[in-house]
């Protein structure tokens, strides 16, 4: 399972990602369309039309790397908003990589005696 590190900004870009682009395509759309930077550290999830293909770009302090995931069944719960992108955390990433709407998990849980 592809685990981000700790404190990692994750940012989804909510709209359609043609799959075919590699790192160049991925990182100019991060650049200039989107008004990011690629070699912050952070983490850009693209999803395909399908909603069931997503890739993950980030730089390691090393150079790029490019995680690809392709669902055999169903899709991803990816949340919808007006929005371009939106920032989430590696837990929440961790939740939509397993199959679960982010949107619907709660952030935190409250017991009473």
């Known amino acids: 399972m592809f685990k981000p590190e700790v404190g990692a900004t994750v940012w989804l870009v909510l709209g359609h990602t ?6 160049d395509g991925l990182m100019g759309l991060v650049t200039h369309y989107h008004k990011l930077d690629p070699w912050s550290g952070h983490y850009f999830v693209f999803k395909g039309r399908q909603n069931n293909r997503l890739k993950i770009l980030y730089y390691d302090r090393t150079g790029y790397c490019l995680w690809m995931k392709r669902l055999g069944e169903g899709t991803f719960c990816f949340p919808r908003s007006e929005a371009e992108t939106m920032a989430i955390n590696g837990e929440q990433l961790t939740w939509l990589l397993s199959g679960l709407d982010i949107g619907m998990a709660h952030k935190s849980v409250k017991y009473y005696a």
């Open 18 to 23: 043609d799959m075919r682009k590699g790192i």
